[in-house]
């Protein structure tokens, strides 16, 4: 499992490496993403400890060939996702920040710690984490499953959305959930919650209940919605995925209930 410690790995060279480019990650001939432990190249983010061995990033120009990092995700174990998630979300916070927001003068990093800094004015950048809310709409056994234009053909999936400045978790259930299909929420229970790396997002799982079922479709985030019974759902997210977690535990809640 990996061990989020790098204050002691601040001159530490050596250890597990994942090699990232704009294309996937790396192969390390195994089937795995995680390359023998040796000395780490220039450029290199150490990540903490994975069973007690230092493990760091590094961006690099790689091959097309790499897998891409939605591939790794979709078939590594719980543990991994979340070291490759951690590794993607690392290297690209560290590529967007290379450059004060501020004043604009060359970044540095501080030592022992996951944040930039600018020499000039002293302004800190760490690892931006976006709130997102992920949610199942369900109407006794009907769960509301929509489509976005980025989907692959014929999958549908659970509603999701950035929550906004000034707004909690269930407000931007409700608002997300009218905005995109038309349809008001009632009760709202949270489930659990998933780092998600594509490209730097902190999802909140809810279930909500429907207080109505007439679909309006935004035609822009949303082209397809529909609702659909236990026994005839279409193609859904892939398993690793808090989405199909929420659809899987909402039709293990509900097996035998015929309603």
Not at 138 to 151: C, I, M, Q, V, Y
Not at 168 to 176: H, K, L, N
Request: charged share 20%.
């Amino acid at each position: 499992m990996l061990t989020r410690e790098i204050a002691s790995l601040t001159d530490c060279r050596q250890g597990y490496l994942v090699r990232i480019n704009e294309q996937g990650i790396a192969d390390n001939g195994r089937n795995g993403v995680l390359q023998s432990p040796g000395r780490w190249p220039e450029g290199a983010i150490a990540l903490g400890y994975w069973h007690q061995v230092p493990v760091a990033v590094v961006v690099e120009q790689g091959s097309e060939s790499w897998p891409p990092a939605r591939d790794w995700l979709g078939r590594l174990d719980e543990p991994s996702f979340a070291l490759v998630s951690t590794a993607l979300q690392v290297a690209r916070w560290a590529r967007d920040h290379r450059f004060c927001g501020r004043c604009g003068t060359a970044m540095k990093r501080r030592r022992g710690e996951f944040a930039m800094e600018c020499p000039e004015c002293g302004h800190r950048s760490y690892p931006r984490i976006s709130p997102c809310i992920i949610t199942l709409v369900t109407h006794g056994r009907e769960l509301l499953l929509a489509r976005s234009p980025r989907f692959p053909s014929g999958r549908f999936s659970t509603l999701a959305g950035f929550i906004e400045p000034g707004e909690s978790a269930e407000e931007a259930v409700r608002r997300e959930v009218f905005e995109e299909v038309g349809v008001c929420v009632g009760r709202i229970s949270y489930f659990r919650s998933q780092s998600w790396p594509m490209p730097h997002s902190f999802m909140m799982g809810y279930y909500a209940e429907a207080s109505s079922r007439e679909l309006e479709i935004d035609g822009v985030e949303i082209e397809a919605a529909d609702w659909f019974l236990p026994e005839q759902l279409p193609g859904l997210p892939p398993s690793y995925s808090i989405s199909r977690h929420l659809i899987d535990n909402f039709l293990h809640s509900t097996a035998g209930f015929q309603g």
